[in-house]
Structure formats: C-alpha cells, structure tokens
C-alpha cells in the first residue's frame, strides 16, 4: 500500500504539473497574438503580463480551477538582449521568453507542497 500511495501522488502531482503548464500557455497567448504586430505591440504585452506585485514581471491567475502562477524567468531577444530592460526598437527577433509555473503540488493542497515547472517560448515578428 506504501508504493500504492507514492505512485497516486506521483500521478496527482503530474496532473498537476501538465494543468499549470498548460495555464502557462494560455497566460502567453497575448504574446503570440502582439507578436503579428511588431516589437512595440509585444513590449505592451510584456508590459500588461506584470500585475504590478513586488515581484516584477509575475501574473498570478486561476484557471481551469486551479490556482497558478506564473512568473517569467528569463526573456531576451536574439541579440542577447533583456527584453525588461531593453528598448523595444533595438530588439532582435525571434525573442525568448522563459517561465515558471508555481502550482499546488500535491491532492492534500498543502501549501507547503508547492512545486514548479519550466517553460519557453519563442515569438517571430511577422510584421514590423
């Protein structure tokens, strides 16, 4: 029955992980659509992605019922460039935007169980 359990939480925690990565999807599918607009619709992006907690650049949101949290990690142009930090009219395409997704980690939603996952994303200017 040990391993029974083990492999029940492992099972709850995969769903968990496949759900929050998913939300992550749909958190950066602003990004896919500003990027057929060019550098400076996709900073507007960027720039609406931040709920303005302390954290920079974090978006929290409930989706499907779960609650997640999804924050980017690392985001640079093909020049090397920070995207949080770098003019929108210098930025090389394709940019990079890295992600992780905080979510409840196990079936008893103990906060203490938090885990993470890691996503990237990469978005061509189809337009200037």
Do not use: C, H
């Not at 770098?86 to 196990?106: C, N, Q």
Request: charged share 15%; proline share 2%; aromatic share 10%.
């Amino acid at each position: 029955s040990l391993y029974s359990g083990n492999a029940l939480r492992i099972a709850s925690t995969n769903t968990a992980r496949a759900q929050a990565l998913n939300d992550a999807s749909q958190a950066m599918t602003p990004f896919f659509m500003a990027a057929n607009n060019g550098a400076a619709a996709f900073k507007a992006a960027l720039d609406a992605f931040d709920d303005d907690d302390a954290d920079a650049y974090t978006f929290a949101q409930t989706l499907a019922g779960t609650n997640v949290l999804v924050q980017i990690s690392a985001a640079q142009d093909a020049a090397g460039n920070d995207l949080l930090t770098t003019a929108s009219d210098t930025w090389v395409s394709p940019l990079s935007i890295g992600v992780k997704v905080v979510f409840e980690g196990s079936e008893d939603n103990n906060i203490a169980n938090d885990k993470s996952a890691r996503a990237s994303y990469t978005f061509i200017f189809s337009a200037p």
